[in-house]
């Protein structure tokens, strides 16, 4: 190695060491008439909250679909499970899941078709009955597996819309780990805003996986340094900074250590470490 080397390595080592509603005042307007509803309500919390339709009546073909998959065991109950998801609409949906009980299987397929069919239907049923003990009667069974398989199936069809109804919905029991949900999701699609929905979410100690950071680093590293910088110091972020530095050292690890010997002594050593690491193995 070229004493020029040498001593670059040794002095970058020193340097590392919602508004009120119109018609409410209509005082000469009769009061409406609510049908009964199976579904548990929310409280009313936020004009933002997520709201579900009332659940449909069932139709005689889902309610006589619902009869036998209840009777019915085997290969016969999942071949009538399937038809009746076919044919059921959103609002059938709970019903449906309702009737298979604890079957985490049946729900997790029943929950994908639901998503599939209205997601924000979806939520807004979960989000209702997240305020209901789950062994109340008409409560929805698995609510936490209903609403992570609701946002992984939103998410990889429309990322911002699960996104927007995350962030507009008031806090409940659940919604931070669906926050988790999607920011794993949206990972695998965009790295920068999947870190950018961790600091705007203030998602702490989570670390979603950072397979593709290295690859989005690889493109302009400055910039995905200055981006994870921005989450702070916590393990997520001091975890994305080392696959930066990993992609750094590959192109330009001279540069990546000018840059580290800037920062704050904590980022200072993760990004630094792994950028001398790696040019030390070359």
Same mark, same amino acid.
């Given at each position: 190695?070229?004493?020029?080397?040498?001593?670059?390595?040794?002095?970058?080592?020193?340097?590392?060491?919602?508004?009120?509603?119109?018609?409410?005042?209509?005082?000469?307007?009769?009061?409406?008439?609510?049908?009964?509803?199976?579904?548990?309500?929310?409280?009313?919390?936020? *004009?933002?909250?997520?709201?579900? *339709?009332?659940?449909?009546?069932?139709?005689?073909?889902?309610?006589?679909?619902?009869?036998?998959?209840?009777?019915?065991?085997?290969?016969?109950?999942?071949?009538?499970?399937?038809?009746?998801?076919?044919?059921?609409?959103?609002?059938?949906? *709970?019903?449906?899941?309702?009737?298979?009980?604890?079957d985490?299987?049946?729900?997790?397929?029943?929950?994908?078709?639901w998503?599939?069919?209205?997601?924000?239907?979806m939520?807004g049923?979960?989000?209702?009955?997240s305020?209901?003990?789950?062994?109340?009667?008409?409560a929805?069974?698995?609510?936490?597996e209903?609403?992570?398989?609701?946002?992984?199936?939103?998410?990889?069809?429309?990322?911002?819309?699960?996104?927007?109804?995350l962030?507009?919905?008031?806090?409940?029991?659940?919604?931070?780990?669906?926050?988790?949900?999607?920011?794993?999701?949206?990972?695998?699609?965009?790295?920068?805003?999947?870190?950018?929905m961790?600091?705007?979410?203030?998602?702490?100690?989570?670390?979603?996986?950072?397979?593709?950071?290295?690859?989005?680093?690889?493109r302009? *590293?400055?910039?995905?340094?200055?981006?994870?910088?921005?989450?702070?110091?916590?393990?997520a972020?001091?975890?994305?900074?080392?696959?930066?530095?990993?992609?750094?050292?590959q192109?330009?690890?001279?540069?990546?250590?000018r840059?580290?010997?800037?920062?704050?002594?904590?980022?200072?050593?993760?990004?630094?470490?792994?950028?001398?690491?790696?040019?030390?193995?070359?």
């Open positions: 190695m070229k004493i020029t080397t040498i001593c670059k390595l040794g002095g970058w080592v020193v340097a590392l060491a919602i508004g009120a509603l119109a018609g409410s005042l209509r005082s000469s307007k009769p009061a409406e008439q609510h049908a009964p509803k199976t579904a548990i309500e929310a409280p009313a919390l936020a *004009p933002a909250a997520p709201v579900a *339709p009332p659940e449909s009546a069932l139709s005689a073909v889902t309610e006589a679909a619902i009869k036998e998959i209840t009777a019915a065991t085997g290969a016969r109950r999942w071949l009538l499970l399937l038809e009746a998801a076919e044919k059921a609409t959103a609002g059938d949906m *709970p019903g449906l899941i309702r009737s298979v009980r604890d985490s299987t049946a729900i997790r397929m029943l929950a994908a078709r998503a599939e069919l209205d997601p924000k239907h939520f049923s979960i989000y209702a009955d305020f209901a003990p789950e062994d109340s009667p008409g929805l069974p698995r609510r936490y209903l609403g992570a398989v609701l946002f992984e199936e939103w998410a990889k069809r429309d990322l911002a819309g699960a996104v927007k109804a962030t507009d919905a008031p806090a409940f029991s659940m919604r931070e780990s669906y926050r988790m949900t999607v920011v794993s999701a949206a990972m695998k699609q965009d790295v920068e805003q999947g870190l950018r961790m600091k705007e979410w203030n998602i702490r100690g989570y670390i979603p996986d950072m397979r593709k950071v290295t690859e989005w680093a690889a302009d *590293p400055q910039r995905a340094a200055e981006v994870v910088l921005q989450l702070g110091n916590d393990s972020g001091q975890e994305a900074l080392r696959e930066v530095g990993k992609a750094w050292a192109t330009d690890p001279e540069g990546g250590l840059f580290a010997a800037k920062l704050d002594a904590r980022a200072r050593g993760t990004l630094g470490a792994e950028l001398m690491q790696a040019w030390a193995q070359r």
